[in-house]
């Protein structure tokens, strides 16, 4: 099946920073969702974004179906923003494949 | 619509008892899958319903787990004769066409 990795694996950021997250998968996919599990864990939907440039905020994701990666922008973080970030991806088939996770700490 | 439904949020339960949990996902999504979360990783599917049909079993889902959704609505997943390794966070999810939507999780400690 479809592999998915992330990185980096920890961030620590300092409020008002900017960073990158990075998603890379194994094969061509129909779905490439982006999730951040909030503290009670419930996975709280970012983007569905199989393809393109999407942006909600300070927060944008930009999928290169071709080249099987993702990325993750967020800008102006907030400790709001610390959390673990998924990402996960459907090749054929039905089931969504999880990466590890991003685990965000913003300091303020 | 108030999103996918789990119920219950928490449990509690001896090794060997059985467990039941609940999942009502987005009305009119006819696509419902279950996940299972263990500390400090991603989640891994359990199982897949489209429908009422349960089309595919991942190879996690040991004979002494059942998942089932009757009347393609709800589904309920049980794990009998439960072991201290069953514990973990297990989701539930829902979607009409590619996008899923996942509900607030049940965590279940096996003590």
């Known amino acids: 099946g479809i592999q998915v990795e992330q990185s980096p694996p920890d961030l620590i950021l300092q409020e008002g920073a900017n960073s990158t997250l990075r998603c890379n998968f194994s094969?061509?996919?129909?779905?490439l969702q982006w999730f951040h599990q909030n503290p009670w864990g419930q996975l709280i939907n970012l983007f569905y974004?199989?393809?393109g440039t999407k942006q909600n905020g300070r927060l944008s994701a930009t999928t290169v179906a071709t080249e099987r990666y993702s990325l993750l922008y967020i800008s102006s973080s907030q400790t709001t923003d610390s959390g673990v970030y998924f990402c996960?991806?459907?090749?054929?088939?039905?089931?969504?494949?999880f990466g590890g996770g991003t685990r965000v700490l913003v300091k303020p | 619509d108030t999103g996918v439904s789990q119920n219950p949020r928490h449990k509690i339960t001896k090794r060997g008892q059985n467990v039941t949990f609940r999942c009502d996902p987005i009305s009119e999504h006819n696509r419902l899958y279950w996940y299972r979360q263990t500390l400090g990783q991603g989640p891994e599917f359990l199982t897949y319903f489209q429908n009422e049909a349960q089309l595919e079993k991942s190879r996690l889902l040991s004979d002494r787990f059942s998942a089932e959704r009757p009347k393609g609505s709800f589904s309920t997943l049980e794990i009998q004769r439960t072991e201290q390794g069953d514990s973990a966070m297990y989701l539930c999810?829902?979607?009409?066409?590619?996008?899923?939507?996942f509900g607030q999780g049940t965590r279940l400690t096996v003590v």
């Open positions: 094969d061509s996919v129909n779905n």
């Open positions: 974004i199989p393809s």
């Open positions: 996960a991806a459907k090749a054929a088939g039905n089931k969504l494949t």
């Open positions: 999810a829902s979607s009409l066409a590619l996008e899923a939507f």
